[in-house]
């Protein structure tokens, strides 16, 4: 990190583009007014927001301090605009390609090309998002659930270059649009107050599944056909006849809730696509 300071700026550069993802993350959260390009952020000030300023600059010194075992301070900072840039360091770079698909909610990162260190990086970046790795067949699969989140991926794609690689993140931009705007209509309040109320009237069914309301079609299935081949009754025919019939009953009721649940997940689709 380095740090310039003229009476109109602070100019504060970068070579580690995780943490340049991560303060251009903070200005977007709390700041109002800055724009912000491929490898630039720019901060304008606004009287409003010398208490958060205050804050972030108190987070650039430390890292700094943190980076290069010295002290900076910033003088007359509460008029000046803040300059974050990103600038690649002079090394070597790894290329590697990532394909990528979406599927309903998920965004599938064929990581065939890369290794563990990246895959623990985009791991690392998808935060607490719900995420399963496929280790024979080399996929990440990213569950996303709430619209904001797709501000995270928006960066993620926007830069080439991730630590010490050159990255090209391949994918149909009108496959990615149409992905965003599926996420979006789902976080709509026309679309959680319609399902929500249909989900409160399943609930027994969710329940029989061992599911809860939340979870997709791709997770009750994957229940459904594990408690199915559970309770089919063709594996317990040597059990006594009581056993049998409680786990044939068993068995039909996941049938019938796995059919309830069909419709609703349908209904669902159709909303997203009218």
Avoid: W
């Amino acid at each position: 990190m380095n740090i310039t300071q003229t009476l109109e700026s602070i100019t504060i550069t970068i070579d580690d583009d995780s943490l340049f993802l991560s303060l251009a993350d903070k200005i977007k959260e709390n700041f109002t007014n800055s724009i912000k390009s491929r490898d630039k952020v720019i901060l304008f000030y606004n009287e409003n927001e010398l208490v958060q300023r205050k804050y972030f600059l108190k987070l650039i010194g430390k890292i700094y301090e943190k980076t290069s075992n010295d002290k900076i301070d910033f003088l007359f900072t509460h008029h000046k605009n803040i300059k974050l840039v990103y600038k690649k360091a002079n090394s070597v770079q790894i290329l590697i390609n990532i394909n990528i698909k979406f599927d309903k909610n998920h965004i599938i990162f064929d990581l065939s090309k890369s290794d563990d260190i990246f895959n623990k990086y985009l791991i690392k970046c998808v935060g607490t998002m719900k995420y399963e790795f496929f280790k024979n067949e080399n996929l990440l699969s990213v569950s996303v659930d709430k619209a904001e989140k797709l501000d995270i991926f928006d960066s993620l794609f926007s830069f080439k270059e991730h630590i010490k690689y050159a990255v090209n993140f391949n994918f149909d931009d009108g496959e990615y649009e149409s992905f965003k705007k599926r996420i979006r209509i789902q976080n709509s309040k026309n679309y959680v107050r319609r399902f929500s109320m249909l989900a409160s009237l399943l609930e027994e069914h969710f329940e029989t599944l061992g599911c809860n309301a939340n979870d997709d079609f791709e997770t009750v299935r994957a229940k459904y056909l594990n408690l199915t081949k559970m309770y089919h009754p063709d594996r317990h025919l040597q059990k006594t006849i009581e056993i049998q019939k409680n786990y044939t009953d068993k068995f039909q009721k996941i049938g019938l809730a796995y059919e309830a649940l069909k419709p609703y997940f349908r209904e669902q689709d159709n909303f997203i696509s009218a």
